[in-house]
Nanobody, 124 residues
Framework: QVQLVESGGGLVQAGGSLRLSCAAS????????MGWFRQAPGKERVFVAA????????NYADSVKGRFTISRDNAKNTVYLQMNSLKPEDTFVYYC?????????????????WGQGTQVTVSS
């Protein structure tokens, strides 16, 4: 069983930064791509960023490109999302997820394990 636990969310002013972390259990973390998604109440979960198994390939939503950076530390079974220049429209619950494959993929159906989510609120 794989467990994903997010941390690092909180309240920040516009223009500020936060770093989200996602710690994964299990010995096969290195074999899989990881992703971050975000969701507003009553809305669909939306892709934010993904990284392949080695960290050598990344993928970003246009809305966060140039502001957010996804990275991973396979020795620590952890994936990160560094969020800079935050805007009020970045206010969501953020979820990390493990891909069904080694690739950095964008669609929710391509992920089979999800964390519980962490709230990010950006004030204007």
């Amino acid at each position: 069983q794989v467990q994903l636990v997010e941390s690092g969310g909180g309240l920040v002013q516009a223009g500020g930064s936060l770093r989200l972390s996602c710690a994964a259990s299990g010995r096969t973390f290195n074999n899989y791509g990881m992703g971050w998604f975000r969701q507003a109440p009553g809305k669909e979960r939306v892709f934010v960023a993904a990284i392949n198994w080695s960290g050598g390939s990344t993928n970003y939503a246009d809305s966060v490109k140039g502001r957010f950076t996804i990275s991973r530390d396979n020795a620590k079974n952890t994936v990160y999302l560094q969020m800079n220049s935050l805007k009020p429209e970045d206010t969501f619950v953020y979820y990390c997820a493990r891909s069904r494959s080694e690739a950095a993929v964008r669609n929710t159906y391509q992920y089979n394990y999800w964390g519980q989510g962490t709230q990010v609120t950006v004030s204007s």
